[in-house]
Every structure is written in structure tokens, then in C-alpha cells.
């Protein structure tokens, strides 16, 4: 038996990132404005609204997040980034850093998706 088509699914995949920086205040949750796409296969992040990435497939998804802090003096800052899922936060990271040390380490983690 011969195959003679073989078929692709689209996998949801986008990529995005923030334009320019943004400022936070100290002691608040400001969502990060991950505002440019580079790409964006399925059409599912919202670049402009939310910055929200909501599948339109029920499906395991790997996100990866990382933002860069600058502290305002030479003493010992702390930062903590969440990944939200249906509005609560799913995966935490705190991270404590000084002025020089500003790349966050990075959160992967898998999210079970569900219509």
C-alpha cells in the first residue's frame, strides 16, 4: 500500500514581545504588554487588548516568559512573574536580584488547555 497524502495539523505557536520598556510600580502586579508579534500561526494571541494567548484547540501548551528588571539602587531588589490561567495565577516565580543582574531566570512550563 502506497501513501499518497500525507496531511499536517496546524500547531498553535506565536511569539511575541514587548516593543519598549515599560514601567512598573514598586509593591504592584502590572501585566507585562508583550505588544509585537513576530508570528502568530492561528491568529490566538491578542497583541493589542489583553496580551492574552487563548487556544482555540484543547491541547498541552509549553509558555515561556521572561522580562528583564532593572533595581533603582545597589541593595537587593525582588520581582515575582506569574503565567495566569482563566484569570488566576497558574505558575509563580520570585526572584531576587541586584542592579546588574536584570535578565529573569526563565518559566516553562505546561499548561493542559480545555474548551
Known amino acids: 500500500m502506497a501513501i499518497t497524502k500525507v496531511t499536517r495539523h496546524s500547531i498553535p505557536a506565536f511569539l511575541a514581545f514587548s516593543a519598549a520598556q515599560q514601567d512598573i510600580s514598586d509593591n504592584t502586579f502590572t501585566k507585562v504588554q508583550f505588544n509585537t508579534e513576530k508570528y502568530d ?3 490566538t ?3 493589542s487588548t489583553n496580551y492574552r494567548f487563548t487556544p482555540a484547540v484543547a491541547g498541552k501548551y509549553n509558555l515561556y516568559a521572561q ?3 532593572y533595581g533603582i539602587s545597589n ?3 525582588d520581582i515575582t512573574i506569574d503565567i495566569y490561567k482563566n ?6 516565580q520570585d526572584k531576587d536580584f541586584q542592579i546588574w543582574l536584570y535578565k529573569m531566570e526563565a518559566l516553562i512550563h ?3 488547555a480545555q474548551q
Open 75 to 77: 541593595t537587593s531588589q
Open 87 to 92: 484569570g488566576s495565577s497558574y505558575v509563580q
Open 67 to 69: 522580562v528583564g528588571a
Open 41 to 43: 500561526v492561528d491568529g
Open 45 to 47: 494571541y491578542d497583541n
Open 110 to 112: 505546561s499548561i493542559q
